[in-house]
């Protein structure tokens, strides 16, 4: 059964700092992998994809890797903001695309 | 705007009564979903539709109905079955099954 995990649960950085946010998870046969952001009390921000073939994907100051041989993928946010502040999850999708499965994030704290 | 309503915002439930959440979208998507998130906890699935009068059970059905007779709506029906509703519900969709998820900004039920 795919399991997905988030390490650290939470990590407080000074702004300015650029920062790496890791998922792992443990079925390598999948069919992507999306990014998500969740502010309190809201719903989630799709962030971004990367399909199974890709090695990584860029949005302005972010930028996701995916290494699907050794079950891992980093979420690097370059030159952090107060505004980052949020709980990052991610979830693989296995190769049927029938299963989804959620990590239980990490929460990030930006302090100004 | 094109996006995912979720209605209410708040929803309080008494003991033995059901309850039902409203999830439109106008996103022309044929795939809907229904999660639920508790504090310090990955999201976990209820229901999901692929197509219009179709839906199938997710990880946690039990005390829970859905229904779907128009694609663009897909109203989650808390039972009094459920008994342990108190949670964040979310809803989400996306075109199909291995594109990119979207989501609404939740419903925060709770029981009186």
């Known amino acids: 059964k795919q399991e997905v995990t988030q390490i650290p649960a939470a990590l407080s950085v000074p702004e300015g700092e650029n920062l790496v946010l890791n998922c792992s998870f443990t079925?390598?046969?999948?069919?992507?992998l999306q990014w998500f952001r969740q502010d309190p009390g809201k719903g989630l921000t799709s962030l971004l994809l990367?399909?199974?073939?890709?090695r990584e994907q860029t949005s302005g100051r972010l930028n996701a890797s995916l290494d699907k041989s050794s079950g891992r993928s980093t979420l690097y946010i370059a030159a952090s903001q107060p505004g980052d502040s949020a709980t990052y999850l991610c979830?693989?999708?296995?190769?049927?695309?029938?299963?989804?499965?959620f990590g239980k994030g990490t929460t990030l704290s930006v302090s100004s | 705007d094109g996006g995912i309503t979720q209605s209410p915002k708040y929803l309080f439930r008494k003991e033995g009564q059901n309850v039902t959440l409203s999830c439109e979208q106008n996103?022309?998507?044929?795939?809907m979903y229904w999660y639920r998130q508790d504090p310090g906890q990955g999201l976990r699935l209820i229901y999901y539709?692929?197509?219009?009068?179709?839906?199938q059970k997710g990880d946690i059905a039990e005390g829970y109905s859905v229904s779907r007779e128009k694609k663009e709506s897909f109203p989650l029906t808390v039972t009094s079955a459920q008994k342990n509703p108190t949670a964040f519900y979310l809803c989400?969709?996306?075109?199909?099954?291995?594109?990119?998820?979207?989501f609404g900004s939740g419903t925060q039920l709770s029981v009186l």
């Open positions: 989400a969709s996306r075109l199909g099954q291995k594109e990119k998820l979207f």
């Open positions: 079925d390598s046969a999948i069919y992507n």
């Open positions: 990367i399909q199974s073939s890709q």
């Open positions: 979830a693989v999708l296995n190769q049927a695309g029938t299963a989804l499965i």
């Open positions: 996103l022309n998507h044929d795939a």
């Open positions: 539709s692929q197509i219009v009068n179709d839906f």
